[in-house]
């Protein structure tokens, strides 16, 4: 744990600098400092900030997620291919064209977890400011960057609908903290599946809907927001506006990249082309080739020279 918490002492830092500056801008601007809406402001301008960030990752995100979509038909021949064989050299072989095929399409199932993976140490990072505001209040915990004694209790004593930004829904009797925190919660596991619905059920084609990778992705689909309803009640009212503004962030993201730039063969790509053909676009598609005139079959005709013609 110590490791741990030498590797997030950085990022908490930095969490604790970006929040701070957004408090203090927005205190420039005529808000109250001991706000509570003030603070929860500065959480989703540390999320802006974040996901601002990690936006090229987001596109070979996009990309990665697309390469193994398409790959799905030929992955799926690979497993039947070695279906019947458990032998070791078979297994192997297995695995070698597995990972041809990942550089054929030049994708891996690991870069399409990326952004949601680099984001864990800053989610775990608040968990951290945010669950050890109270002993930075008493002081019975150092400071983390900005946030001394006198900032810290500042922050423990505003409230959010009467929620306090580090309290949880296990921890508290408070009725005000358990319908902040469920609200909060269920907004959360909503955006996820929707994010996740729109990128199945909208952006795959019809070879990637079918087979045991999309099978699993749609049990994940219900799964991942149901493991989110249940971890969310450990986790401080500030960590939960975090991630609810990040999904809310991702889903219209993904909403406009589907929208503009949808996986080919995918229902999103016909829904493009009607509007584009709607709006008299032609694309490559849609674009018409010059029809090729079929020559009479029979004796070559032979080119006639310009002399020959005025005799004629």
């Known amino acids: ?16 600098w970006v929040m701070y500056l957004w408090h203090e801008l927005f205190t420039m601007v005529g808000m109250s400092s001991t706000s509570g809406v003030t603070w929860v402001l500065a959480i989703v301008g540390l999320t802006l900030v974040i996901r601002t960030l990690l936006i090229p990752l987001f596109f070979k995100q996009i990309h990665a997620s697309r390469g193994m979509q ?3 038909p030929d992955l799926r021949k690979l497993q039947d291919k070695y ?6 050299a078979s297994r192997e072989a297995m695995a070698r064209e597995m990972q041809e095929l990942y550089k054929h399409h030049k994708t891996s199932p690991f870069a399409s977890c990326m952004p949601i993976l680099l984001q864990t140490p800053i989610f775990f990072a608040l968990f951290r400011v945010l669950n050890g505001l109270p002993g930075i209040a008493d002081g019975s915990e150092a400071g983390i960057g900005p946030i001394d004694r006198v900032l810290a209790g500042q922050i423990e004593s505003s409230t959010f609908f009467g929620a306090p930004l580090s309290e949880t829904f296990i921890r508290t009797d408070v009725t005000a903290v358990r319908v902040v925190t469920a609200a909060l919660i269920v907004l959360m596991a909503l955006t996820q599946f929707f994010t996740q619905r729109q990128l199945t059920m909208k952006n795959m084609p019809p070879s990637a809907l079918e087979g045991p990778t999309a099978s699993m992705q749609k049990n994940m689909m219900y799964l991942l927001p149901i493991i989110i309803a249940v971890s969310g009640v450990n986790f401080p009212i500030g960590v939960l506006v975090y991630w609810t503004v990040s999904n809310l962030w991702s889903m219209g993201q993904q909403f406009y990249t589907i929208r503009k730039m949808p996986t080919p063969g995918s229902a999103a790509a016909k829904r493009l082309e009607e509007r584009r053909r709607a709006k008299g676009i032609v694309t490559p598609t849609t674009e018409t080739t010059t029809p090729t005139i079929e020559q009479p079959r029979g004796q070559r005709q032979q080119p006639v020279s310009k002399k020959r013609k005025k005799k004629k």
Do not use: E, G
Not at 1 to 16: E, G, N, R
């Open 1 to 16: 744990m110590d490791s741990l918490y030498d590797i997030l002492l950085p990022i908490q830092w930095v969490v604790a």
């Open 70 to 72: 398409l790959l799905a």
């Open 83 to 88: 279906k019947n064989k458990k032998d070791p």
